[in-house]
Every structure is written in C-alpha cells, then in structure tokens.
C-alpha cells in the first residue's frame, strides 16, 4: 500500500514540477539558506515545541533536500530509489500507528522551512493533515519598509497576544482588525478557549472557501475570512451551521473576488447615456417594465440633519418628477443596529430600489443586497468597494472651491474659518478647495479649520480669537432649527449675514439613476468583464452640486463665480490641477498635471494656507466613531 501512495504522490509531484516549469518558476522546493537575510540583519528566537500548519511549510532549510520534492512538497525521485522505500515506510507508518515525532523546522516571514523531518513533512502533506508537531526557531529580519516586513511585524504583535500562526493576510492592518473584530483590545491576550473556538471557525470556513475554488483567488483564505467576519460578525458567523456558512460563502462570492483587485473602483463621473436599440416589436407592443419603488434609509429625520434633509428634498423631487413611474418610501432613526431590519422592511413592502443615504449602513446593504439580488440597493459612500451593491457622492470639492473663491473675495481681513464635521474622504478635499479657492482670488488668505466634532473644543472661542472676516459653517439650513448661521456668512453684530451656499442636487442625482433603469442603461454599467465595484461621482456637470449666492453678495462677485462655475461645469477645470503645496511641502510639481479622482478621494494632507491639521479618532466625539469606522482617511482599524 506504501507503494501504491508514492506512486500517487509521484505523479502529484511530477505534475507541479511540468507546471512550475513552464510558468518559469523553480520547479523544487524553495531553500531558505538562498533568501535568508545576511548575518548581523537578522536574530533568532526559539518557538519550542508547536503545532506547525501544513499549508504554511513552503521549503527546506538547507539546498540538499530541495531537489526530491517538487515545489508542492510531493516526491519525484524514482519508485525505485532508496527514497521512495523509505517514504514508502513512513505512509505505512502514518496509516497504522501515526507520525508523532516532531519536526526541525525554521519560521522566516511567518513560513515555514523543513531542517529535518522533509519525508514525514511530504508524507503528512498527500495525507491532508493540517498540521504536524515542530520544533520551530523563528527568524526576525530587521525592519525595513517592505510591505511584506511591515505585515510580518504587525503578524508578530498579533502572535504575542494570540499565538495563531496559520492565518496570515496581503494587505497591511489586518491583523489589528482582526484583532477588534474578535472583541479584544489592542494587545489582550486571547484564552485557550478562544483560540480553539476561532480555529474551529477558521478550518470550517477554510474547507467550504477552498471547495468554492478559493485557491484559484490571488487573495489569502486569511483576506477572505477577515472580509467575511467583517461583513456578517465573528459571532454571528460562528453561531452559523456548516450548511449555512457555505451557502452566504457562496452567495459573497463576489465579494472575494474582488479584493483581488485591490478594492478598485469603477468610477462613473457622469451619468451614463449608452443603451442598445430597442426591437421594433418591443417597440410597438405596450411597455411591462415593473415600476420603481424606492425606500430611502435616514440616519436622522429631515428636520434635524441638514444631510438627511438634501436627500429628503431629493425623495419629494423624485415623486414630483414621476408621480405615474416611481413612489418612495422614507425611513427615518436609522441606526447601524436597526438598518438591517429596516431595509427588509422595505424589501417587505414591495420596495425594488434602496438607497442607504449614509456610510455606516453600507455593510447592512451589502448583506441585504447578496441576500436579494434581485433588488437594487445604492450606498451614499466614498471609495467604497463592494461588489453586490453601488454606491454614490457628489463631488461638493467643486462647490467649495467657489465657496472659497467667495469667501477669498469677502475677506477684509484675509482671514476665514471653515467649519468641518468629519475627517472622512471626502470631507479633506472640501477643505482644500476652498482654501485653493480662496487662494486663487486672495493669495495673502488664510484658512483657519475648526472641527465640531473634536471633543473639549470651544469652537465659539476659536472663531472669536481668530476673528475671522468670513466663516464657512454647515451647508445648508436645519428645518427645525432657527439659526442662519450656515453656507459662507459675515458675523455682525452677533448676526450672520449669509452670502452664499452650496447645493446638494440630489433630486437631480436620483432622478438621473432613475433613468438609467428605465432606458436599460443601468445594466450597462455593470460590465461582466470585470469585477470592479462601481460608485458613482457625480459633479456639476451633471447639475448634482451648484453654488447659490446671496442678495448680499456684490454683482462683481456674482460674475467671479459664474465665470468659475462654467469651466468646471464643462470639465475644462479642475480644481487641483497644477503645481499643489500642503503644509508640508510640494504635493504636485507638475504645471501640467490634473489630479486622479482617487488622490481627490483619498487625500490625507491640508494646503499650505490652512490652519489647522486633521484630528485622529481618538480626538473626536463619541459620535463620531460610526462614520469614522467606515470612511476615516486615517482609520487605523481599516484595512486598504
């Protein structure tokens, strides 16, 4: 029977050796004596005695060994040699008695390299086990600023707190998220019973994972496991029977997907127009298609949130623009534990379109939206990559640079303040623009940022000492609220004095997506050559955003303002464009130069003339802490 296994392992390795071959790469095992760091760049830690897992021993130590197995560890020495008997043996042994005897083995970047025990290592391997007993010595390069070091350093603050070497993930801050995910703090230790409960969960994922083909995915079983607890909740996913946990496997399986590319976004600037002729019969015969109902999920009520009040304004637009074709419904108090319930309430009641208007309900949609394809769901979120739902944003940089222009204009004193909620994307570029905007009219402005979410500030004491000539406070009015203190305003006396505001178009928005589903352009978007997650950005040139000003505001200004508006509205400016400078230095060099929509997106840097600098969560309120979870540009827990 020995024989007859190492025939099976032979064949298993002579068939890796062709394919390696041909792919160019090294057809034995890999030999860490030729990776190794030099002497002097490295130290060595003894493990002692450890659970080693299969999967992750990847060589030997030294080049002797490598040429007998191929690079799946599988033998490819004759059935004949001294070799195959003694491998032979060793299968028979496994299969009557079971290999006990530990292994010699080093660790290097959380792999594993065989320095005795390579046959029993090969045996175990064609066996499937999933992990053999060794004595393992850890080598710990220096730190450098690879990313592969940067990931194994975090991997080994992780292993001090949970010693679980079998995971391991691609993109850097994984481990720490994994970390808070399974309800621990920073650094706590995990107990023995932890371990075993998150490596039973971990093994009962892996098999329905790989069963789907996820070792044909370039991510690690590590990125998907992480993605997918994340997505469903570690308790909730261990809490899942096994024919359940691979029924929502299969059903993410897009999800997977795409984080083999990076989380890269199709992103639509503007509303799509390509649609297929229509056949003459379909034509002539009376239209079927099912008519729109659309919920929109509120986190607050209009009357208290000038955000959800845009969107509601944009809800009653929609009805007004399609009283026959569409109805909405709104939902108000959405929160991130009850936005689940909510939107399979409105799923309930017919609804075929939902559009979740703030970020922290993006995983409730994406879980909705795998659990019924067949409805439509959009997310108001920033650089968000999901594959089964599409999100949405304006581009308010474009307001706000007029905004700054404005306020550049207005600004006896070359000073100005500007009002900021939350450092999410997003939210840095408004500030840039302004500031850029108030630069191009007045170079001498400074803009002097105050955070209302910051806990123990003052932002009244700020403003007073800093005395500005114009202050940018929240975008638009609260319809419960009586204050006037919002857009660009002149305090005189303690009273504002509004001279212009930015605009939230979302009716328009809406209603443009609307007809994207209507004419059938919708599907079109959606291209099944790629598996990039699609968000649209919309700007105005798709009269989404617009500026309105004030009676206040002189004629001359007025003028400044169109003669801006119309360049951008056409696409032949952008705002950061050209030679850049932060607080830092030089951002961008190039006269010539436009920016990418995702350095827009995801800029993390204020410019020179801002005052100010951009807060940690641990800064913020309470509050804050939904939104920053799912759309901080400097989220520690998030992983890019």
């Not at 929160?335 to 993006?362: H, R």
């Not at 000073?415 to 850029?436: E, Q, V």
Request: hydrophobic share 35%; charged share 25%; glycine share 6%.
């Amino acid at each position: 029977m020995g024989r007859e296994d190492y025939a099976r392992a032979y064949r298993s390795g002579k068939k890796d050796y062709q394919a390696r071959m041909l792919r160019g790469e090294k057809p034995t095992l890999a030999v860490l004596d030729d990776i190794m760091p030099e002497k002097g760049h490295y130290h060595e830690v003894p493990l002692g005695t450890i659970q080693v897992p299969i999967e992750r021993i990847v060589g030997t130590k030294t080049v002797g060994r490598s040429s007998s197995f191929a690079g799946n560890f599988m033998p490819i020495l004759r059935d004949s040699s001294e070799f195959a008997a003694k491998w032979s043996n060793l299968s028979e042994y496994q299969k009557n008695e079971g290999i006990q005897d530990p292994i010699k083995v080093y660790e290097y970047m959380n792999k594993f390299y065989v320095e005795e025990g390579n046959k029993r290592v090969s045996v175990m391997k064609y066996f499937g086990a999933v992990s053999i007993l060794g004595n393992v010595i850890r080598i710990v390069p220096q730190r450098t600023d690879e990313k592969e070091n940067r990931i194994y350093f975090e991997f080994l603050d992780f292993y001090q707190a949970a010693p679980i070497n079998y995971i391991w993930f691609s993109r850097e801050g994984s481990f720490a998220k994994l970390q808070k995910i399974v309800g621990k703090e920073p650094g706590e230790e995990w107990t023995k019973d932890e371990l075993l409960k998150f490596s039973a969960l971990y093994t009962r994922f892996g098999a329905k994972y790989k069963a789907e083909g996820g070792d044909k995915l370039t991510i690690t079983q590590g990125d998907a496991f992480l993605a997918f607890i994340t997505l469903y909740g570690y308790e909730e996913v261990d809490e899942k029977t096994t024919n359940e946990l691979g029924d929502l496997i299969e059903k993410s399986w897009e999800e997977f997907e795409l984080l083999q590319e990076e989380g890269d976004i199709d992103l639509k600037m503007k509303p799509s127009h390509e649609k297929k002729t229509k056949p003459l019969l379909s034509m002539l015969l009376p239209l079927s298609e099912p008519k729109v109902k659309a919920a929109f999920i509120y986190e607050k009520t209009p009357g208290t949130s000038a955000w959800t009040y845009a969107h509601e304004l944009g809800r009653l637009y929609l009805e007004q623009t399609f009283p026959d074709e569409v109805s909405t419904v709104a939902y108000e108090n959405g929160t991130e534990e009850n936005a689940e319930g909510l939107i399979a309430d409105a799923i309930q009641s017919g609804c075929n379109l939902i559009f979740t208007t703030t970020p922290p309900f993006v995983q409730a949609s994406v879980k909705a939206a795998i659990a019924n394809p067949e409805v439509r769901i959009l997310n108001c979120s920033l650089n968000t990559s999901h594959r089964y739902i599409r999100t949405y944003y304006s581009r308010m940089h474009e307001a706000k640079f007029l905004m700054g222009a404005i306020a550049g204009a207005m600004a006896e004193n070359n000073r100005l303040t500007y009002i900021a909620d939350y450092p999410i994307f997003g939210s840095i570029a408004n500030i840039n623009a302004f500031a850029l905007g108030a630069k191009m009219i007045n170079p001498r402005a400074k803009v002097y940022l105050v955070w209302s979410s910051m806990k123990e500030t003052d932002m009244e004491k700020e403003m007073r000492e800093t005395a500005s000539a114009c202050i940018s406070g929240r975008d638009m009015v609260i319809p419960e609220e009586a204050s006037r203190f919002f857009g660009i305003y002149h305090v005189e006396g303690g009273h504002p004095r509004n001279l212009a505001m930015p605009l939230y178009h979302w009716g328009k928005f809406y209603e443009q997506l609307i007809r994207t589903i209507m004419d059938g352009t919708w599907k079109y978007d959606d291209s099944s050559s790629t598996t990039k997650a699609i968000n649209y950005w919309w700007g105005m040139s798709a009269g989404v955003i617009d500026v309105v000003c004030s009676r206040h505001l002189p004629i001359g200004t007025r003028r400044l303002v169109e003669l801006l508006k119309n360049p951008i509205s056409a696409e032949a400016f952008n705002p950061f464009s050209g030679i850049l400078y932060s607080q830092n230095g030089v951002v961008q060099d190039d006269p010539d130069r436009v920016m990418l929509p995702e350095e827009i997106m995801t800029m993390d840097w204020l410019a020179e003339n801002v005052i100010g600098s951009i807060p940690t969560k641990e800064e913020l309120k309470e509050q804050a802490e939904p939104v920053i979870k799912q759309q901080g540009v400097r989220n520690d827990s998030k992983v890019n």
